[in-house]
């Protein structure tokens, strides 16, 4: 069956792009800043966990409104998600540090900061490769969808690593992690009166 709103998907793509793609050009003409570098790395995480935490949404959001467009949209989203984390990593491995694996290695293995947000990245690949139809099938539902509940845990790594970042004014992270907080109330929410409407079918 046709989907309704075939734009949807191509608009949520371009328009989630193109904040990556007006980093590259400003990048290329040297316009980020006297510390560049500093300002993609703070840029793409910044995305990278807006856009997890709009994927994550989209379901409560269904829940509490009774709306389905958000859950055509959640795929995009969360691919998105992926490739700003990607950008990210990929500006921390090339811009920052010169694809010096040993350096890397040796953060990731000891600065605590870099640790989080390395484990987040990883917790992402599989959900992207695992994101297409096929591999629902291939998985089966349960199994997919409880691989998927990965992404609550990338979020919140997201976000340690987010206040670990800033350092010293945490508001911004902060609200970061009340919108995850709040969307797992949602699905906890939703996970205890099915538990409840299942339970009350059994015993009628």
Aim: proline content about 4%.
């Amino acid at each position: 069956m046709a989907s309704k709103q075939p734009w949807l998907n191509p608009a949520v793509a371009l328009g989630g792009l193109a904040p990556l793609a007006l980093l590259a050009v400003q990048g290329a003409q040297g316009q980020l800043g006297a510390n560049g570098i500093e300002f993609a790395l703070n840029q793409t995480g910044l995305f990278a966990l807006a856009v997890l935490l709009a994927s994550l949404a989209c379901t409560p959001l269904r829940l509490v409104t009774g709306w389905t467009w958000p859950a055509r949209i959640r795929r995009t989203l969360g691919l998105l998600a992926f490739a700003y984390a990607c950008a990210h990593f990929l500006t921390y491995a090339v811009l920052d540090q010169g694809l010096d694996v040993r350096a890397m290695a040796e953060d990731v293995l000891t600065r605590p900061f870099i640790t989080v947000g390395f484990t987040a990245f990883v917790l992402l690949v599989p959900l992207a490769l695992t994101s297409t139809n096929q591999q629902v099938r291939r998985l089966g539902f349960p199994k997919w969808q409880r691989l998927h509940r990965l992404a609550y845990v990338a979020a919140m790594l997201g976000v340690v690593h987010f206040v670990w970042r800033v350092k010293k004014d945490v508001t911004e992270p902060v609200l970061y992690g009340a919108v995850l907080a709040l969307l797992l109330a949602v699905r906890v929410g939703e996970a205890v009166r099915k538990r409840r409407a299942l339970a009350a079918q059994r015993t009628a």
